[in-house]
């Protein structure tokens, strides 16, 4: 079972920035694709970026340009650093590790874009 937890959610206001965090279990860290992705109150779980074993990435329109996806494979970490951040952000943040047809969630973080 692989173990997926995130951190470094927070209260931000618009135009401010944030780093999230999340690691994952298991030593073939490296061979696991990592996903962000984010609920706001109401909507349906969205992709926010994805990033590959060999550092591959793509980004949803919303996030392209202010949000970067990064992984640190020694550290089974990988990042996503939230830039210019708008009200439209709020949202519960999880990550996603994938590998074949497995995939684990994180419990999530949150984040709070408001004055």
């Known amino acids: 079972q692989v173990q997926v937890v995130e951190s470094g959610g927070g209260l931000v206001q618009p135009g401010g920035s944030l780093r999230l965090s999340c690691v994952a279990s298991g030593s073939i860290f490296r061979a696991y694709t990592m996903g962000w992705y984010r609920q706001a109150p109401g909507k349906q779980r969205e992709l926010v970026a994805r990033i590959t074993g060999d550092h591959s990435t793509n980004y949803v329109d919303s996030g392209e340009g202010r949000f970067t996806i990064s992984r640190d494979n020694a550290k089974s970490t990988v990042y996503l650093q939230m830039n210019s951040l708008k009200p439209e952000d709020t949202a519960v943040y999880y990550c996603?590790?994938?590998?074949?047809?497995?995939?684990?969630w994180g419990q999530g973080t949150l984040v709070t874009v408001s004055e």
């Open positions: 996603n590790a994938r590998i074949l047809t497995k995939e684990y």
